[in-house]
Nanobody
Framework: QVQLVESGGGSVQAGGFLKLSCVAS????????MGWYRQAPGKGRELVSS??????????SYADSVKGRFTISQDNAKNTLYLQMNSLKTEDTAVYYC????????????????WGQGIQVTVSS
């Protein structure tokens, strides 16, 4: 079954904003930390942002290229991961992927290797 489904992509002018959503099925959020990746044409897939917890503290990380512009968050009650993208630049154009690619920090080897199908974000000048 489909386990991660992204939405919220599209086209926007530089300086604009978009908010990506990723709905997770089953117990993914209880077992796995989450990340947003992106891949531009001819480029490798890069980690944009991640979110995880050790059970008490939530940790987030951001690629240098998006710090101060993007914000990752999750709503466990809605089983949804978000990426708020502000002040978008043309170089943000890529296919964005939601991933459950790591266990919670207090767990290990929990089978976290689940990827969404990707969603296009296009930023024009």
């Amino acid at each position: 079954q489909v386990q991660l489904v992204e939405s919220g992509g599209g086209s926007v002018q530089a300086g604009g904003f978009l908010k990506l959503s990723c709905v997770a099925s089953g117990d993914i959020f209880s077992r796995c930390g989450m990340g947003w990746y992106r891949q531009a044409p001819g480029k490798g897939r890069e980690l944009v942002s991640s979110i995880n917890t050790d059970g008490a503290t939530t940790y987030t990380s951001y690629a240098d290229s998006v710090k101060g512009r993007f914000t990752i968050s999750q709503d466990n009650a809605k089983n949804t991961l978000y990426l708020q993208m502000n002040s978008l630049k043309t170089e943000d154009t890529a296919v964005y992927y939601c991933a459950a690619d790591r266990p919670k920090l207090f767990l290990s080897s929990r089978g976290c290797d689940v990827w969404g199908q990707g969603i296009q974000v296009t930023v024009s000048s």
